[in-house]
């Protein structure tokens, strides 16, 4: 029994897989109608995500599957004091996989090890996010047909981005990857992942304040929301919020075939503006991550 | 200063001075019933100072409560006044429940039944993480 609890969790080979099922699903869907039939998809959201939790039932009815779940700790029984352990040993008696968001970090950790069926981490607190960056890697690929020699940059919160952290994870893994970090000095990106940076030989980083002197050289440029939820203190928040915007014209110096994604959902570091740009993919992100989404429950369900 | 030499038990050595009384605490040798002798600032050839404890009686040690505090400390197990067993420890692999995790965002903050675990990432510098959210031990 498998769960996915980091990006980390899976070898390049069983990432290559899935991007190739993916592209599967989106040439043939019919073929994919009923490979869930008669299985059920628990959604355990013990934080608000309507995107990530939408996305997931998608993918299940999708494949013919089933979902049952809740969508905010109030209405589950963590309200009345119930630890993950032992809810996740109570719903894998009911369901064939659990999907779950927790605002604690380790949490799908905890529940892996107790559950009888695979779990999907779908985003624990400013940790892990495996799914979004499986979507981002599909996006990546019909973009621009490999994960190994591009310059990736990654701008706004990088300290509290998980979607950051997991996608970086998983670019250090390929060849030639050069990466740029573009941040307030507030929201770097942690220490420790900077360190194991520095282990790598086939990967490259630089840090930078400017988005503008950045630009020219980007093959993707990873746009990332400076999230409320994430700070202890709301005058850092309301400070650094507007930090990053990119608009029309910060975009004249990027290249032609830049990719420009976001994990969504945006507040205003994006300028609606942008969104008529050919480079704007993070709509594509949206329809790639239930895709993604298919191909991993069909994986960890071991059908094939 | 004399300390009578052991029949059967154990023989912390090695200890780095000041850590007797660490290790004593921590490893609760005040509960045990037998005699527990803590000796600090031994000569030591190598160490200059060493501490040394002495526990006269069976009693099942956690090595990697000692290997996390110490981990050149050497563990003889003494048998009719024979030392029958030497190890010499190092930074254990894991240590569960010897340190805490202090990240507020911890999965352990909330779950009080789970076990504090952490992992070894860094031998040289001694850095442990936990397992649950990655944050590192300071």
Known sequence: MRSLISILDLSVEEIDQLVNTGLDIIENPA?????????????????????????????????????????????????????????????????????????????????????????????????????????????????????????????????????????????????????????????????????????????????????????????????TRVQKERFFNEADYIRLKDSYILTPDKLENAKSDMCILHPLPRVNEISVAVDDDPRACYFKQVFNGKIIRMALIMKLLGIE | MLVNPIKNGTVLDHISAGNGMKLYKILRLNELECPVAIITNAYSQKMGKKDIIKIDGAVALDLDVIGYIDPGVTINKIEDSVVVERKHLSLPDTISDVIHCKNPRCITSIEQELPHKFKLIDRENKVYRCIYCESKFK
Request: hydrophobic residues 35%.
């Open chain 1, 31 to 223: 073929k994919y109608a009923h490979k869930c039939e008669g299985k059920k998809l628990a959604t355990l959201f013990f934080e608000p995500s309507t995107r990530t939790r939408l996305s997931f039932e998608a993918a299940m009815y999708e494949l013919g599957g089933h979902v049952i779940g809740f969508s905010d700790a109030g209405s589950s029984s963590a309200s009345k004091g119930e630890s993950v352990s032992d809810t996740v040993r109570v719903v894998s008696n009911y369901a064939d996989i659990i999907a779950m968001r927790h605002p604690k970090e380790g949490a799908p950790l905890v529940a892996s090890m107790k559950s009888t069926v695979p779990i999907i981490n779908a985003g624990d607190g400013g940790h892990n996010h495996p799914t979004q960056t499986l979507a981002d890697l599909l996006t990546i690929r019909r973009e621009k047909g490999t994960f190994g020699n591009i310059t990736v940059g990654f701008c706004g919160d990088l300290k509290f981005g998980r979607t950051v952290h997991s996608l970086i994870d998983a670019l250090t893994r390929y060849k030639g990857v050069k990466i740029v970090l573009i941040s307030p000095d507030e929201l770097k990106l942690p220490g420790y992942m900077k360190d194991a940076l520095d282990k790598m030989d086939n990967i490259t980083y630089v840090e930078t304040t400017s988005l503008e002197n950045a630009m020219p050289e980007l093959d993707i440029l990873y746009m």
